[in-house]
């Protein structure tokens, strides 16, 4: 009897370590992995260039398309001279696309362009690296051409 309950208790202490070795309760533990260095400064970066060039249209296409106004019938001149007043005003009374006096696109642009020359060129290597393989390989160089006078170009 007393073999009986040795038999059966050593069982149990057994069965036990078995149990808790399949958990990974008794392996030794392992060292976290380190934390890769956040650059916390990436996302306002990319953020103030967002809201700094998010306002600036996007340039024409490099191709260039027969013109709207070759399709379009000529005039025939029924309208004699006269304006019905079917033109469309903004509320602050400017022409559309007037720029009485002021260079409102050149310094959103310049805005634009300094803020794209501040961002961090690994912060932009960061985003760029969850585009397709073909684009992330190494060695790219990706330059953003705001017009003739700002073009940044970051080396990835």
Known sequence: ????????????????????????QLQEPRPLPQPQPQRPLCVSQLALVNYACGTLLPAPPATSLPSATAALPADDDNNHGHRHGHGHRHRNGHRLGGRHGHNHGGMLEENCCRWLSDVDPECVCQLLVRLPPFLSKPHHEYTVKINDSCSVSYSC
């Open 1 to 24: 009897m007393e073999n009986l309950k040795v038999f059966v208790f050593t069982f149990c202490a057994v069965l036990l370590l078995l149990v808790f070795d399949v958990n990974g």
